[in-house]
């Protein structure tokens, strides 16, 4: 055992994914819920786009408040790498958000959102649930920018390569996957989203540079001593029991999601059904393969769930009882977990999935300080990453110039209720 209070038996494979985990998890804290692309890949592409030296001194420039809702900020933006993106053809003022030297269209907001959420209560208000939804998403891609912004001045004419070679093997990887491998067809799926290809890959760069820069940057100011995990040891032994309830991550695979585009769902033929299921289940064994092989149970979540929370490395958060639907049988395994315990894959009616048992609160607390230490590291670091890149966000939002939000998330709003409009319940 070191003095810091890391177990001495924990690889250093083990510490990048704990440290992949938490740059992914952190959206839920920060906005910054970073795709599955970019949770996943860059790791794999180029070690690190950063020297681990102590960064210089940035100019504070933008992250997003949530008070910053209709608000524009007209300090003087910061230089920027890129020049805007192009103006979609037909759009209007309110279509496209301008953050600094950078914009932001609907359509890209739109693009990483499913037409529909899961577990939506009967009684929420569309327009207002609508609105949430894409109010956090575009806190997500704003919050990118800026740090984007902050980061890309840095990288040098070899980091570019490698930034250019990780962002074409991410979409190849892709075009094999979930298109044949037809790159036409890859590219009528962004048109039909109203996307080029230049767009896409702006986006994955800004991805793998902002997660890179997360984590060489504010990943070492969340250190955690071994006073600080006696303290937080002390604390919980003394605290009063409360309920248990676990921390789910989930990748899930519904049937209906690899059901060929032309069809619904609701009027698909038996054979349609069937081939959709094979590819679900095939798609969540290749999953279990991904971390079978020593990823990051997160970072495997960002590129295969198949659910509103892929976002989020398939971190559902804490719940007391089994979820209801499709995800009830998948999700009351976890009841009979332990910290850390995964499943192998659950095969249902509607879908194939993989569930893990993230963390346990609650309960009586057990164990002797060195049985339990890991777990408290980890809990530590991610609440204090969090506060780092909270902190970190808003000194930044402070003199960002960026557009009327409010403008922006209603425009979207109003086309995310009509591809709902468009789109199948889910089951």
């Known amino acids: 055992m070191n003095n810091t209070g890391t177990p001495s038996a924990l690889s250093a494979v083990a510490l990048r994914a704990t440290q992949a985990r938490r740059v992914c998890t952190a959206g839920a804290a920060i906005m910054l819920l970073l795709s599955g692309a970019a949770c996943n ?6 070690a690190s786009l950063f020297d681990r030296k102590p960064a210089a001194p940035a100019a504070s420039q933008p992250a997003l408040a949530a008070n910053t809702a209709n608000k ?6 910061a230089a920027t790498v890129d020049k805007p993106a192009p103006r979609v053809p037909g759009s209007v003022a309110a279509d496209i958000l301008l953050v600094n030297n950078h914009s932001l269209t609907v359509a890209e907001a739109l693009y990483a959102l499913p037409a529909r959420a899961a577990n939506v209560p009967a009684n929420a208000d569309p327009a207002d649930e609508a609105r949430m939804r894409v109010f956090q998403r575009v806190q997500q891609d704003v919050g990118a920018l800026l740090i984007y912004d902050q980061a890309a001045n840095r990288l040098n004419d070899r980091q570019r390569e490698a930034l250019d070679k990780a962002v074409e093997q991410q979409i190849h990887r892709r075009v094999d996957m979930e298109f044949g491998g037809s790159q036409a067809r890859f590219e009528a799926h962004l048109a039909d989203n109203e996307l080029s290809l230049t767009q896409h ?3 994955l760069k800004r991805q793998f540079v902002t997660r890179d820069y997360l984590r060489s940057v504010l990943l070492p100011k969340a250190s955690i001593t071994r006073d600080d995990l006696l303290a937080e040891f002390e604390k919980r032994k003394r605290a009063p029991t409360a309920p248990q309830t676990r921390r789910l991550r989930m ?3 519904p049937h209906r999601q690899f059901a060929a585009e032309s069809v619904v769902w609701e009027r698909a033929t038996p054979q349609q ?3 959709a299921r094979a590819a679900a289940e095939a798609h969540i064994r290749a999953a279990e393969s991904a971390i079978a092989g020593g990823r990051d149970f997160a970072d495997v979540a960002g590129e295969y769930d198949r659910s509103p929370h892929q976002a989020d490395g398939g971190d559902w958060g804490y719940i007391g009882k089994p979820l209801r639907g499709m995800f009830e049988e998948p999700t009351r395994r976890i009841f009979s977990m332990k910290t850390g315990e995964r499943s192998q894959p659950i095969f249902t009616g509607e879908g194939a999935f993989l569930v893990q048992c993230e963390d346990i609160r609650g ?8 049985s339990v230490q890991h777990d408290l590291r980890i809990a530590l670091e991610d609440e204090r990453f969090n506060q780092v890149a909270r902190d970190y966000l808003t000194k930044l939002s402070e003199s960002a110039s960026i557009s009327s939000i409010g403008d922006f998330v209603e425009v979207a709003a109003a086309r995310l209720m009509k591809r709902q409009s468009r789109a199948p319940l889910a089951q």
């Not at 890949?41 to 180029?46: A, H, I, P, Q």
């Not at 524009?72 to 933006?77: N, R």
């Not at 309960?363 to 060195?370: C, L, N, R, S």
């Open 41 to 46: 890949s860059s790791e794999n592409f180029f």
């Open 72 to 77: 524009t900020v007209t300090k003087k933006p």
């Open 201 to 203: 890959r702006d986006w």
């Open 251 to 253: 990748i899930a695979a």
């Open 273 to 275: 059904k069937s081939a």
């Open 363 to 370: 309960g009586a607390f057990e164990g002797d300080f060195e």
